[in-house]
């Protein structure tokens, strides 16, 4: 699998920023010109599948929203690593367009059904345990061995340790902080944090747990969106992708089979079971802000931090 490197297209881009300053109309009639069709799923960017007549489709990903977590430049980074690496179950990097204001990458468009409504869960799950595996041996270089994953271990734990008891502090009256408060507490006593700081080796990770960006094609799974890639720890991602809301349906027995291909062993659960903990009480940091538009997310959340602290946790060392 070469790495598919072209020409940045200006004769596209050019046409496609100026639109995009202009009224929506503008823009809509210029991407049916310039063969552009929105995607969905883009977050903080806005992505098109690009027809030119007699050429190759190809995504195109615009960084409308720009910051210093170098979105733009960890994705490119990721994908031309894997790619010289031949690891498949990612799209092809086609081009980079550095611009600061609005950087945009060209790469190959990933197809298959979402991996959350695959006719085989289990497979579909078996894949990405399979091509994550395949992605964290990929030895780290340049950008990605100097910058940790966004949403990384370090983050969570200052949302935990910072963020959120100075925001349950303006909200004192309020009859859910006394609980919210009790499982810090449950948190800081058992040191997950202390667990999860210490010397740990560093591997590839996308930085993204969110399944909704995988999908299934034939007897492969495969992902899109790199743009928070960096290094990582194994008993961190896999802790991060089990307790990601996107996986609230998917069984515990189902991720218990899984966790040797992830990366979970006897020699190391201690440390999944500490990440996990706090991945989920991170999430539930995050509901907390959302909990009356979202009341039934956080309930369910709330009762799954209870379970993860307590002596029934499917997860629970024997």
Known sequence: ???ALTEIPA???APLRRARSGPPAGLEAALRELHLRPLTGGRQNHVYLWTPPGGHEAVVKIYYKTDDRRRAEREW????LLAARKIEGAPLPLWIDPDPAEPVIGMSLVRGEPLLRAADPHAALQGLADTTARMRSVPLSGLLAELPRIDSASHYMRRLTDTWPKLLADHTSDPLTPTMRDLLVAWQRNDDAGLLSGPAERVFSRGDSNLLNWLRAGTSSACVDFEFAGYSTVTFDAADLIEHIS???IP?????DLLPELGVSQANDHLFIAAQR???LRWLAVLWKQREERAGEFAAQHDRVRLLFSSASPYART
């Open 77 to 80: 980074a990721a994908l031309t």
């Open 247 to 249: 996986s609230r349906d």
């Open 11 to 13: 004769d596209l881009l």
């Open 278 to 280: 706090t991945c989920a």
């Open 1 to 3: 699998m070469p790495v």
């Open 252 to 256: 515990d027995s189902t991720w218990r």
